[in-house]
């Protein structure tokens, strides 16, 4: 997961949640996305941002607690 855009199969994990249910936030335009070519990607930072601003816990203390 080095790379600066997440595949849905790296996302599911990183914000751990199913990839059924990031395909759902998706569908939902909840979570910020792209598209090329009909591939969804992820921008790490978009998301590390999305997560930031929502309430609950944060990447950083889930991380912590691996």
């Known amino acids: 997961m080095n790379s600066e855009y997440l595949t849905i ?4 994990p990183y914000i751990r949640r199913s990839e059924g249910a990031c395909r759902n936030l998706v569908l939902r335009r909840a979570i910020p996305f792209r598209k090329p070519a009909g591939r969804l990607l992820f921008s790490k930072s978009e998301i590390d941002f999305w997560v930031k601003g929502s309430e609950g816990i944060s990447i950083e203390e889930i991380q912590r607690h691996e």
């Open 9 to 12: 199969k790296e996302l599911a």
